[in-house]
């Protein structure tokens, strides 16, 4: 009696931990697959303006533009660690 339990048991573990790893496998492979169509489709950078053309076009004091500048990079090189 204990033995059918047991394999019983692991029949039930294994075929839901399967049945969840496949689920996983699904999940990602359509997030890829709809990645892969979004940026197909709607990928366009023609919208998005350069720096240079960003830095005429404000009123900052270039003194805090560069003092921004300044603190990104050491953010970028305080995280790429």
């Known amino acids: ?35 892969f169509f979004i940026n197909a489709f709607f990928s366009s950078k023609e919208g998005i303006p350069d720096l240079e053309s960003l830095e005429s076009q404000t009123n900052v004091d270039p003194d805090i533009v560069q003092a921004i500048k300044k603190g990104i990079d050491l953010h970028n090189k305080a995280t790429s660690r």
């Open 1 to 35: 009696m204990s033995d059918s339990v047991i394999s019983e048991g692991i029949n039930v573990l294994a075929f839901g931990m399967g049945t969840v790893f496949i689920f996983l496998i699904l999940l990602v492979l359509t997030t890829q697959l709809m990645t």
